[in-house]
């Protein structure tokens, strides 16, 4: 045992002995049961009270220790606090005048779930008290698979649901299109992980004789309240058929194949005309230099005829 827990009890001793007599004037209370959730801040609220009269109490001692684990959480003696990481006085200014003693966790965890127990020591007398945390933590949206990817309802499956990072241990239900839970063919499993958080997982087997065109898997907590849901939409074999009909029957499909063809046609003409154009142009030019030999004297020129790889 450490020298302050040590002083503290010797402390807390003589306070004790003097408790038919103090016990009147000091009272500490606590809310009985706090819920914190995973991942936040959470209080555990303990208030002094003090009777008529006793006027301007002053607390000499404070500790804090949850049931089950050794050593103190919080120690105030001696206008010194000490603390374990993650644990403060819910009031950062807090001093000896100040009745308001509660508890705060800094980064709540699943093992700070339990009971904690709370005793305080004045200059007018003592008092114990405790109070218990109960941690939550909400549950993930499901998601929904199954071992092909398309579920057309042409042959048996098998649906799985799952959804982590809920506390306490939760469930899941499967519901039809007609909102009617399914009981039947249902294997689940839960797992924990390393920081105490809930996997869930549950496997729905169907029949091609007995499949719905939608099913829904709901994530309950604890309590038994609704947290979220996950639905998955059976396409049945004339349906999923007609689409891909319809796919290949696009109108978007109508409108670019002829657009593509028209677009070549065009291109083609261009270039024929570009052939064309520069043929002519080279004729043009060898009328014209034959004309101007005759008007010199010179024999007549002979034209000559375009061939193929004139062109």
Known sequence: MAPI???????????VQSEESSSTFVNVECKSVNVGQYGQQSMLDCVVKTSQDVKDATIRVVTWKKKGVNGTLL?????????????TFAE????????NISLLITNTAVVNSGDYVCTVNTDSGDSVSSTSLRVTAKYNKPTIHSMYEKVTGDEDVILTCKSDGGYPEGQLHWFDVHNSEWKRNIQSKVEKTENGLFVLTSKLSLLKSSIFSKYTC????????KEDEATLEIVDKQT????????????????????????????????????????SQRDHREVRTCESDVE????PCHMKMPTVSNL
């Not at 827990?5 to 306070?15: E, K």
């Open 5 to 15: 827990d040590i002083l503290i009890l010797s402390v807390l001793v003589i306070g």
């Open 240 to 279: 999923s058929k007609g689409n891909e009909e319809k796919r290949g029957s696009d109108p978007a499909t109508k409108i670019v194949a002829p657009v593509v063809v028209i677009g070549s046609l065009i291109v083609g003409l261009l270039l024929l005309l570009l052939l064309y154009r520069r043929r």
């Open 218 to 225: 709901v994530v309950y907590n604890a309590s038994g309240g």
């Open 92 to 99: 950062p200014s807090w001093n000896d005048r100040n009745m």
């Open 75 to 87: 120690v105030f003696y001696n206008d010194r606090t000490e603390v374990q990481r993650g644990y």
């Open 296 to 299: 010199e004297g010179d024999h």
